[in-house]
């Protein structure tokens, strides 16, 4: 091992311990209670793919949504407590992998949400070339 990779790796668990994560990781999805949004919730399952993916926007710089890929759906966004880790860790438009743990809501309940689980790696989409087919291009 190099000195370079092994600073690298050395870097990156101490961020890991700095911002207190431990992958994989199970959180709530948010932003989940669009007519869109709950369209896609419901042809979910659990155990879907998912990418999580850093996208700042000019009011909100730590803002992470996440996309299911079978469905090519934004389903929602990570609170931001938990996206700010992720930005700390991996830098400025990261993409990860995740998969649905399980969904909640429904009837009897007014909308379906989301438990995620995010992972550190980034296997998901690597057989392709870009990423347009996520914002439906």
Not at 5 to 11: A, G, P
Not at 109 to 117: A, F, N, P, Q, V
Request: with cysteine; net charge positive.
């Amino acid at each position: 091992m190099s000195i370079r990779t092994f600073l690298q790796s050395f870097t990156y668990k101490l961020r890991l311990k700095l911002w207190d994560l431990e992958f994989p990781f199970t959180c709530p999805l948010r932003g989940v209670s669009f007519s869109d949004r709950q369209g896609a919730l419901v042809q979910c399952a659990d155990g879907d793919l998912l990418q999580i993916v850093h996208v700042p926007l000019p009011n909100f710089p730590y803002n992470v949504y996440v996309y299911n890929i079978e469905l090519n759906r934004l389903l929602g966004y990570l609170e931001k407590p938990i996206a700010k880790k992720l930005v700390k860790l991996f830098g400025k438009n990261f993409c990860r992998d995740g998969k649905i743990a399980y969904r909640t809501g429904g009837p009897p309940y007014k909308y379906y949400g989301c438990m995620i689980e995010i992972h550190e790696t980034m296997q998901h989409l690597k057989s392709e070339e870009s990423f347009t087919h996520l914002h439906g291009a």
